[in-house]
């Protein structure tokens, strides 16, 4: 609606052209009357299941539509105290700002132009229900939305979804691996590049315990029996994982291999050794093909390293035994021989 008399001398008001633009101007004192979108603050309100807190619409426009908790900031408030105050008076509930997720210019029927400010509110107090303004209200899978009412309360859920990508992706993967369960982990990836290029690592694996003083042992071991054991090892890795890391295949897997050395005369301590170093080459090889930036890739390395250490730890375990069932079994003989 356009001033038709100046608010402060009672003139009709002109419209002419100041600072390039078509304004309203009292003819009489000059006075300009600039005409400035509407601020509003609306609030994107997670609970601890994800979902998003909206409320229908009891009024026009877009009524018996869905939105955020929204409103106008009021003279003498801040935009962030704005959001707040609209949460509880439209959904029932107190909260305070943790980040800033959009500010965007929208023009809505019969308002005009308006500065949709969105907010990410975490909440602090109360009980949810529908204010005044509000028909209902209820929280939403973040991917199974209603039919919303503004396009930009849509934008600012999928700006706060962004701004919790990495962080819930960390939660999710830690708690697959503190349950051992087989769902999908961040390192996955990674576990399956270690099996696909078990041959490369066995090959680095092999010229360092061939070398090492550690593992005397090994040098005097066809190289070819060794790449065999390992790459069979390596190439399972992956499915062992999947599988469960306490499964009985993993179990007699290594008991077979310690009792093998033993049988083979190779120390304990340089079996051990050479599990050790052949986990090293696993996360090595891993880590030189990989860009690591920020919380997202650095959690997938460790990640990776305490899935790496677990499997070992049943290796070692299964190794051990293993290698004492041969020396059991050699000494029983020997005892037998000497009868």
């Given at each position: ?32 009357f600039y005409r400035n979108p ?250 030189d093909r990989g860009v690591w930036h920020g919380a997202l ?43």
């Open positions: 609606m356009k001033a038709r008399y100046c608010s402060q001398c009672g003139h009709a008001v002109t419209t002419r052209e100041v600072a390039g633009r078509a304004r309203e101007v009292c003819a009489q004192c000059g006075t300009v509407l601020p509003v603050a609306a609030s994107v309100v997670l609970d601890p299941r994800r979902r998003v807190l909206l409320i229908q619409r009891k009024h026009p426009p877009r009524r018996g539509l869905w939105c955020l908790p929204m409103g106008f900031a009021e003279l003498g408030e801040t935009i962030v105290h704005a959001a707040r105050r609209e949460l509880a008076e439209e959904a029932g509930i107190q909260g305070r700002a943790t980040r800033l997720l959009t500010a965007e210019s929208v023009k809505i029927k019969p308002y005009g132009d308006l500065l949709v400010i969105s907010f990410e509110i975490e909440k602090t107090g109360g009980i949810e229900a529908a204010g005044d303004d509000a028909r209902d209200w209820a929280y939403f899978p973040l991917d199974a939305l209603p039919r919303m009412a503004f396009a930009a309360n849509q934008r600012a859920i999928r700006q706060c979804v962004r701004a919790h990508r990495e962080p819930w992706a960390i939660q999710d993967s830690f708690q697959h691996m503190q349950q051992q369960t087989h769902e999908a982990m961040l390192s996955d990836s990674l576990v399956r590049l270690i099996s696909r290029h078990a041959r490369a690592i066995c090959d680095a694996w092999l010229r360092e315990v061939r070398s090492h003083p550690a593992t005397p042992s090994y040098a005097r071991v066809a190289p070819s029996s060794l790449r065999t054991r390992a790459v069979q090892a390596l190439s399972q890795f992956s499915g062992w994982l999947a599988n469960g890391e306490e499964g009985d295949e993993i179990g007699r897997f290594y008991r077979a291999l310690g009792a093998e050395r033993r049988r083979l005369g190779f120390a304990l301590n340089e079996v051990l050794r050479s599990l050790g170093l052949l986990r090293r080459h696993m996360l090595r090889y891993a880590l890739d650095a959690y997938t390395v460790v990640e990776l390293d305490h899935r790496i250490i677990g499997f070992f730890d049943q290796a070692v375990y299964h190794v051990a035994l293993g290698y004492e069932e041969a020396e059991k079994d050699r000494a029983s003989r020997s005892r037998m021989r000497t009868a």
